[in-house]
């Protein structure tokens, strides 16, 4: 496996998903896909990695 970071595109990312947000959420939130699921914790991924 590459060890690029995907794109939001690249993780499932869709207009539909952007047009659930608000102007203010786009700006002030980072976008990510959870990838692993834990116990305690998750891990996201997201254009800045994990």
Do not use: A, C, Y
């Amino acid at each position: 496996m590459s060890n690029s970071i995907p794109t939001l595109q690249q993780l499932g990312w869709k207009p539909f998903f952007q047009q659930q947000l608000s102007l203010d959420e786009l700006t002030d939130l980072t976008m990510g896909r959870v990838i692993e699921q834990h116990r305690d914790r998750i891990v996201v991924m997201s254009e800045q990695g994990q």
